[in-house]
């Protein structure tokens, strides 16, 4: 058979985690506008006792992700240009389908040469009638990459994790020589915890045929955005934005 190419399509919840750094002042900067500006009448009185300095993740995700305006003044006394959260990704930038904690997550690959469907992976046990069209995500390979390490951020700076996921469709391609070969695609998975995420199964890309496939997004809906944190050496853990350590 002649090669061809195949398109495979990854539908499920797209992860983009974003890790960089900022100089401590421009954290101090924006930890002080945060619990100045925070919104106590929303915050429950026995939450706010217990923790007096609490601000909700809402109004801190509100002000990282969409108000770059607001942003740019709070981090311009720290001598900090800003232009949008996702300038801050000199550590690591990861691109993949989020899966949670304990196993490879609820997705779909379909895999088809032109409109042709070859075979879909599913979560899911297929009906014995369908075992040729379909096929379980846990048969696919599986191949760890290795542990992200924790973010050392440069003298002076701290480490801030930061990103998103939506419900979309990622379109990966393939060059086969002698028909698709489900031996031959495999899953790259990395654990991601120590990225303040809590994916400790998350997929990171495909690989097919032994070669590293690109993929491209081309559906996304219903976005969220992961809660913004800092690290702390000191304390050896992920803080809140309005938590200083």
């Known amino acids: 058979m002649s090669k061809a190419t195949i398109q495979i399509n990854v539908s499920g919840y797209i992860s983009e985690v974003v890790c960089g750094q900022i100089p401590v002042p421009a954290k101090e900067s924006f ?7 925070r919104n106590e009448e929303k915050i429950p009185a026995w939450l706010k006792k217990r923790n007096p300095s609490y601000v909700r993740s809402e109004d801190i995700k509100q002000n990282w992700y969409f108000e770059n305006d607001l942003m740019n003044d ?14 801050i990704n000199d550590l690591c930038h990861w ?20 409109d042709e469907p070859l075979i879909e992976f599913v979560p ?3 009906f014995i009638e ?4 379909f096929a379980q995500i846990k048969d696919i390979k599986v191949t760890r990459l290795d542990l992200e390490p924790l973010p050392l951020a ?17 379109v990966f391609r393939a060059d086969m020589d002698n028909g698709f070969d489900e031996d031959g695609l495999e899953l790259l998975v990395a654990d991601l915890t120590n990225l303040g995420i809590g994916e400790d199964h998350f997929v990171a890309g495909l690989r097919y045929a032994g070669k590293d496939l690109v993929g491209e997004t081309v559906r ?13 050496h000191k304390k050896g853990r992920w803080l809140d934005m309005y938590e200083s350590g």
């Open 124 to 126: 899911f046990v297929p």
């Open 154 to 170: 440069s003298e002076g700076h701290v480490a801030i994790s930061a990103g998103s996921w939506a419900k979309g469709t990622m």
């Open 130 to 133: 369908t075992k040729q069209r």
């Open 31 to 37: 930890t002080t506008h945060i619990l100045e500006k």
């Open 220 to 232: 996304e809906t219903d976005k969220e955005m992961y809660q913004v944190s800092w690290y702390s």
């Open 95 to 114: 691109l993949g389908f989020g899966s949670g904690k304990g196993d490879i997550g609820l997705f779909e690959i379909s895999v088809l040469m032109g």
């Open 74 to 87: 709070i981090m311009k006394d720290a001598g900090f240009v800003w232009n949008t959260y996702r300038q």
